[in-house]
């Protein structure tokens, strides 16, 4: 066998190839060993016909000759026999597969489980977003919130939080900064709140102004002063004074009547005269009942200029025509009207105390101040109280442009808010020569055309007030 072998590879030249590739060679028989070392005959059978014989169809007892021969039976030379060192590896080999699968579908699993985790997470996260975007589904919650000049919107967010009236404060300022420009700002003021409203709806409450719907009648005196107003407006919760007073102490420009009126550094407020006594009805702002620090500034313009209209439509074009007849300004009608309004007490004695005045400006060259004593309640009242020790040279020259008896002629603004009556006793004085007059206690009202009949009626009227004591 080792012959026959040795003869095979000789017939390939040293670089592989055979040498006559015409020439073909077969075993002409083939010998087997027994387990003992002692040879079989030869059988003159070929490979070939071995294979075929062996995988005969004809016996399917016979093992075929390229299957694996049985672990118990003997192999020949030629018979495979399988590493134990590549078993054994294929051994591991397919142990790691098994535990790679085996990891990979934990691994799936855990993702899966993961998976399933965030999704109930992000699901429910989306639920209240929804929820608090909507005002859908949540507590019922309800708050008042007052909105300053320095308030922010992540101020009002956690207020809003903290008040249960929504979920999360960071959604909040996220969906109010993705308005832009149809944002126009917060609304300063208090704010009515609750958690069934929508973000789009909140944003709505919070840049506009509060709604009240009760309401309170109030009647403005004749003669009252700004601050007379201002303080009625407080008393009845429709306003601050200190608001209201915003709107009369300087001209706010829209007003036609704004036009006649001059402008004068010594006038002390400069729209007092045309905030026209009548009744009205406003509404009462409530919350100013229990928030100290509460800004009324709207409510107060609101009123202000409900009484401005209200002048505006009194002062018709018979009165105007009228103005330019007597060769006077409508500022000068308001502030002789509110001279006459506070002296007067009717029609007729108002008339009268018109035609001292309008005698008086008419002779000014012998009657240069017009001598009132309602100008100096109005410097009592109105303008001593504002003095402090920075403004009192300020304050001084006020003071003597309202001073009738300092100043020449009208003074410097209105002392008080006059009536129609005294409007039209201003522009339709009665025919007198009188340049003087005064009032007892009683509401009876002395004239005089010289200062000797003036001084004779101050004796007469004090008896005539001791007489009636």
């Known amino acids: 066998m080792q012959e026959k072998d040795e ?7 040293r670089t592989g190839e055979p040498e006559d590739l015409g020439k073909t060679q077969e075993m002409d028989s083939i010998r087997f060993e027994n387990s003992d070392g002692s040879s079989e005959d030869e059988r003159s059978i070929t490979p070939r016909d071995e294979f075929i014989d062996l995988n005969s169809a004809d016996d399917m ?7 694996s021969l049985a672990d118990d039976e003997p192999r020949g030379e030629h018979s495979y026999t399988e590493n134990p060192v590549k078993r054994r590896r294929r051994h591991k080999k397919n142990q790691i597969n ?13 993702i899966s489980v993961v998976a399933i985790c965030l999704g109930f997470v992000l699901a429910f996260n989306v639920i209240d977003a929804l929820r608090d975007i909507t005002g859908m589904a949540k507590q019922q919650a309800e708050c008042d919130i007052v909105i300053e000049e320095n308030t922010t919107v992540e101020d009002v967010a956690n207020t809003l939080y903290q008040n249960k009236i929504i979920l999360s404060p960071k959604l909040f300022v996220t969906y109010v900064n993705s308005l832009k420009d149809k944002f126009s700002g917060l609304y300063i003021g208090p704010h009515t709140i609750s958690s069934n409203m929508s973000y789009g709806n909140l944003v709505d409450n919070l840049q506009t102004e509060k709604k009240y719907t009760k309401t309170v009648t109030v009647l ?60 009205y009805e406003f509404f009462v702002v409530e919350d100013m009942k229990t928030i100290p620090t509460m800004n009324t500034e709207s409510y107060a313009k609101q009123a202000a200029y409900k009484m401005y209209d209200n002048f505006q439509d009194k002062i018709d074009e018979e009165l105007t025509e009228r103005m330019e007849e007597m060769g006077m300004t409508l500022d000068e009608t308001i502030i002789l009207a509110s001279l006459i309004q ?16 309008h005698n008086r400006m008419n002779d000014a060259e012998n009657f240069p101040q017009l001598q009132s004593d309602t100008t100096d309640t109005y410097i009592e009242q109105c303008i001593n109280p504002k003095i402090t020790s920075s403004n009192k040279d300020k304050m001084q020259a006020i003071i003597d442009a309202y001073d009738t008896y300092e100043c020449e002629g009208l003074p410097a603004g209105a002392i008080c808010n006059p009536g129609l009556e005294a409007i039209n006793a201003a522009l339709y004085p009665a025919q007198t ?8 206690k009683d509401g009876v009202f002395w004239y005089a055309q010289t200062l000797a009949q003036h001084e004779a009626n101050i004796q007469d009227a004090a008896l005539h007030d001791n007489a009636g004591g």
């Not at 003869?7 to 030249?13: L, P, V, Y």
């Open 342 to 357: 506070r002296e007067g007490t009717n029609e007729d004695n108002m008339s009268k105390v018109s035609s001292v005045f």
């Open 61 to 67: 007892s016979r093992t075929r000759l390229m299957d």
């Open 220 to 279: 403005i005196p004749e003669g009252s002063t700004a601050a007379d107003i201002g303080r009625i407006l407080e008393e009845n919760y429709v306003c601050r004074a200190s608001d209201f007073e915003k709107f009369y102490k300087k001209k706010q420009n829209e007003f036609d009547f704004e036009e006649g009126i001059a402008d004068n550094d010594n006038r002390f407020n400069m729209l007092e005269g045309y905030l026209f006594p009548d009744t």
């Open 433 to 440: 020569d009188y340049k003087y007059f005064l009032a007892d």
């Open 7 to 13: 003869n095979f590879i000789d017939s390939f030249d």
């Open 98 to 110: 098994h535990t790679r699968t085996m990891g990979q579908i934990f691994l799936g699993a855990v």
